[in-house]
């Protein structure tokens, strides 16, 4: 590529990405001022049910409303010409979800995931942002507050916690395997056959009800796998991303990647690719009847 091409180029990379460490700090601040203060302190009016069919038991807290609608505007001024698309913002207007199925500029965003373990006073909460482009995840964002801990990621950088590179641990031994299975979202049938499949072939661990802390258990060598069946696109972009540049791996039972715009189906989150491999193995190729 000759060189003015080449500035050009990177200058619409420049003009199409946003400031890493702005995202970090407007999330930072969101945390401290608003999330935070609030641990253990909500009032009774501070939660409210948002139920539906398919999530008889779902919540919404003032938190997650004041936490998305703080970094909407933050990410507004920060990339004008991007859409938000907010767990809270698509509750309210279903549509905007079909920003996800272009190739627009946009944020993915849960500003509280795990609101039922906040409510609860439980610390398995967080925040979770991915920065997508041309349908393709290109950053993500992290952050378990009750932990202090951030991770940061962007394509092909690799993957950050507090700005430290991190990668997954090696593989354990088969016997020593540690996941779980979350089977709330599952249809009927599909969480004995699993379990069925799964006997003996690991020491199944507890769902703590947060992909954020979840995907960090598999990222941090606490387990070695997650096995999941909703795939809100706001819950599983930004850490699948970060996860897969720490050197991990999300994919289906076909073996093929995860991808933001997946349908619901059983996904392996894995600490690498013989870890998923072997759960797909034992699942079979095609889902469990």
Excluded at 133 to 158: C, D, I, K, N, Q
Excluded at 217 to 241: N, Q, T
Aim: proline share 7%; net charge negative.
């Amino acid at each position: 590529m000759p060189p003015f091409e080449r500035f050009l180029d990177g200058l619409g990379y420049l003009m199409d990405h946003p400031d890493i460490g702005a995202v970090t700090a407007l999330i930072a601040d969101a945390v401290e001022e608003l999330m935070l203060p609030r641990f253990g302190r909500l009032r009774a009016e501070d939660v409210r049910s948002k139920a539906s069919a398919s999530d008889p038991e779902d919540l919404v807290t003032v938190v997650d409303r004041e936490v998305e609608e703080r970094l909407t505007r933050g990410l507004r001024a920060l990339m004008p010409s991007a859409v938000v698309v907010g767990e809270e913002a698509v509750h309210r207007a279903p549509d905007l979800l079909r920003h996800v199925e272009t190739n627009d500029p946009l944020w993915l965003l849960d500003p509280l995931d795990g609101t039922r373990n906040f409510a609860r006073g439980n610390a398995d909460f967080g925040v979770l942002l991915a920065w997508v482009t041309g349908g393709m995840v290109r950053a993500g964002w992290l952050v378990v507050p009750a932990r202090g801990e951030t991770f940061v990621a962007e394509a092909g950088s690799g993957a950050f916690r507090n700005g430290v590179r991190i990668r997954v641990p090696s593989a354990s031994p088969p016997e020593a395997w540690r996941g779980s299975v979350y089977v709330r979202f599952m249809p009927e049938g599909l969480t004995a056959a699993i379990t069925q499949a799964g006997a003996g072939r690991f020491r199944p661990l507890a769902e703590c009800g947060c992909a954020a802390v979840e995907y960090t258990h598999v990222l941090e060598g606490r387990k070695e796998f997650a096995l999941y069946y909703r795939l809100l696109p706001w819950d599983h972009a930004a850490p699948a991303f970060i996860l897969s540049e720490a050197g991990g791996c999300v994919e289906h039972l076909d073996g093929q990647p995860y991808g933001l715009r997946s349908a619901d189906q059983v996904t392996v989150v894995a600490r690498d690719s013989w870890i998923s491999q072997q759960v797909r193995e034992w699942l079979g190729r095609s889902p469990p009847a």
